[in-house]
């Protein structure tokens, strides 16, 4: 089973709003993703956590902020943001196991919220 | 830095034909990964086919087989037998394996595949 689920799939939230979008598998992956993916766009990645710690975070606004509670679920919250912030949010997941060559390491990915910000 | 080229923004097939969608690399690193997926109108990204850089065979899943020419640094997708629901856009993608490129994927442009009945 390669599942990833995101809720929810649609969201419209004003710029004064506080929300969260979230991110779970069960597949015993150790790495999650968040990604932005602008129409017509190829993905790009925000932010990255392996053995729910924080590696990378690619320069993203702070209106954005991760959090990983345990090893299956990540959470984006929300809070303050723009006209330009909305786009589909894709969550991802991989095996990530230690000595894993990062090269064979496939991410399965959810699919997605989509965000509009009024 | 690697990067990833799809040279062909929109690509048309007739069903039950084949089609090979282009990629093209490029990267500093000893070994990586190339990835492609599908991403439908709905969003999702589905993982469709994985090609290790010491992998002596190309890989193959279904319909789906990868042609991978290490020299000219090429990984291009075909589809045996399209099917209407093979319209799509896909994407090409590597993952290294040093550095920062140990975690990223990334993607080319993208091809829209449009599969006519």
């Known amino acids: 089973d390669t599942e990833v689920t995101q809720t929810p799939k649609h969201l419209v939230m004003g710029m004064t709003n506080k929300k969260s979008l979230k991110c779970e598998q069960h597949?015993?992956?150790?790495?999650m993703y968040w990604y932005k993916q602008k129409a017509k766009k190829p993905p790009e990645l925000m932010f990255v956590y392996s053995y729910e710690k924080l590696s990378i975070n690619e320069s993203v606004p702070s209106r954005f902020s991760p959090e990983c509670p345990n090893s299956s679920l990540l959470n984006l919250h929300l809070h303050a943001l723009q006209p330009e912030d909305s786009a589909l949010y894709l969550c991802?997941?991989?095996?990530?196991?230690?000595?894993?060559?990062?090269?064979?390491?496939?991410?399965?990915f959810g699919p997605g919220t989509r965000l509009t910000v009024l | 830095a690697q990067k990833i080229t799809q040279t062909q923004p929109g690509m048309f097939v007739q069903e039950k034909e084949a089609v090979t969608l282009d990629c093209t690399y490029d990267?500093?690193?000893?070994?990586?990964?190339l990835f492609w997926y599908k991403q439908p109108s709905s969003g999702e990204m589905i993982f469709l086919i994985y090609q290790g850089s010491y992998d002596q065979q190309n890989a193959t899943e279904g319909r789906y087989s990868l042609n991978f020419q290490k020299a000219r640094k090429s990984a291009n997708l075909v589809i045996s037998a399209s099917q209407l629901g093979d319209s799509a856009m896909y994407f090409c993608?590597?993952?290294?394996?040093?550095?920062?490129?140990?975690?990223?994927?990334?993607f080319g442009k993208g091809t829209l595949l449009t599969v006519n009945p």
């Open positions: 597949m015993g992956h150790r790495a």
């Open positions: 991802a997941s991989s095996r990530r196991q230690k000595g894993l060559a990062g090269g064979t390491d496939t991410q399965y």
């Open positions: 993608a590597m993952r290294g394996s040093s550095g920062g490129s140990n975690y990223k994927l990334t």
């Open positions: 990267t500093s690193d000893p070994s990586y990964g």
